[in-house]
């Protein structure tokens, strides 16, 4: 018997170039494979459709979202309330299949009361209230600061709409156990981010440069880079590259003392995969510690030496595989050693030991399969 599965997705997941589309596109692509038939609803904003996504699904139906003040003018997270759409609603109630619902973001007709009867899985990617608290730290934009922290707000009060989902998916065992303490009697399962990997790929041996690797115009990842500019490549003797889509102003203006750091901006898939291949080190900070980060997962895939902060891996199960240094004079001191030993085909089996097979997206898919289909 046929298993068929609708997944409403925030954003087109093709190309998957940025992280939240990721998760998604690499999840299709794994349940494909274990024979799971996909319909697919997105919502179209700023990404072209996908003819690509119909080598995964079934069929694939997008959605326009609504952008501007008017979604904004609601009690709803402003990225709720721009994904609501009537027609998804209807196509949803053309079938009797469980729904995967992706992200707070996509969630609602979560509680509608015509799918009260349906199977129905919330796929958690951050605790979102706290993302964009956070968020309002990382900018120094006013009105970006005020709807960061309305948005906060408002997805703090929306959290509640999870009680209708009848399995909940957290991208952390960080997040499930926050999740757990709220939802008691729920059932929610660690079911870590999907990525492109499929194997370890990391090289042995060494190089003469340090990549930090990321989009860019992402407020937390321009808040990471500015201080790893400013603490610590800065005082590093080694070249450092920092690599990722649409680098603000911000990031040159602070790299341009220093000869030794050089920002490379939306490199294609080719010139990445070469980057992160060839690295010695990567480095990767953050300041939030929620969600699972899809680069800390393709540096350890595929990269050589990663050197982390604490809060980059808070519920991963990732921290033998890293070397961990909170302050500047720690990661300083870390890269500096590090720059000096090669990277061994022990590191790298060591590697493969670990990160299966709980970070294989096959594996993942199949018991995300069982916890469906009980199959």
Do not use: W
């Amino acid at each position: 018997m046929d298993n068929y599965l609708n997944v409403v997705a925030l954003n087109i997941p093709y190309p998957p170039n940025y992280g939240g589309v990721i998760d998604i596109y690499y999840k299709l692509k794994a349940l494909h494979a274990c024979g799971t038939r996909l319909i697919l609803h997105c919502f179209e904003y700023e990404r072209p459709k996908a003819p690509e996504l119909l080598a995964l699904c079934e069929e694939v139906h997008y959605y326009p979202r609504k952008t501007g003040l008017l979604p904004n003018l609601t009690l709803l997270p402003y990225n709720v309330y721009s994904r609501k759409d009537p027609r998804l609603l209807e196509a949803l109630l053309r079938n009797d299949y469980p729904i995967l619902f992706e992200g707070l973001h996509s969630c609602y007709y979560l509680a509608d009361e015509r799918l009260r009867r349906r199977l129905k899985i919330f796929r958690e990617c951050n605790i979102e209230h706290d993302y964009y608290r956070a968020l309002v730290s990382s900018t120094g934009n006013l009105v970006k600061k005020s709807f960061f922290a309305l948005e906060a707000l408002r997805f703090r009060a929306y959290q509640p709409v999870v009680s209708h989902a009848d399995l909940v998916l957290s991208v952390s065992t960080t997040d499930a156990d926050y999740l757990r303490r709220q939802f008691p009697g729920k059932r929610i399962e660690f079911i870590p981010c999907f990525h492109a990997n499929e194997s370890v790929t990391s090289l042995p041996g060494r190089s003469d440069y340090l990549l930090y690797h990321g989009k860019l115009s992402v407020p937390e990842n321009e808040k990471a880079v500015l201080f790893l500019i400013k603490k610590v490549f800065s005082r590093l003797g080694h070249r450092c590259v920092i690599a990722g889509m649409n680098p603000p102003r911000s990031l040159y203006q602070a790299a341009r003392p220093y000869p030794n750091i050089r920002i490379e901006a939306n490199p294609d898939k080719a010139r990445m995969d070469k980057l992160v291949r060839e690295a010695h080190i990567h480095v990767l900070v953050t300041f939030q510690d929620t969600g699972l980060k899809l680069k800390l997962l393709n540096s350890l895939f595929a990269g050589r030496h990663t050197v982390v902060n604490s809060l980059m891996l808070a519920g991963s199960g990732l921290d033998s595989l890293c070397h961990i240094a909170d302050s500047p004079e720690e990661l300083v001191r870390t890269c500096n050693a590090l720059m000096e030993q090669p990277f061994t085909p022990a590191d790298i089996e060591r590697r493969k030991s670990l990160l299966f097979p709980t970070f294989s997206n096959l594996s993942q898919a199949r018991k995300i399969e069982h916890l469906i289909f009980g199959e």
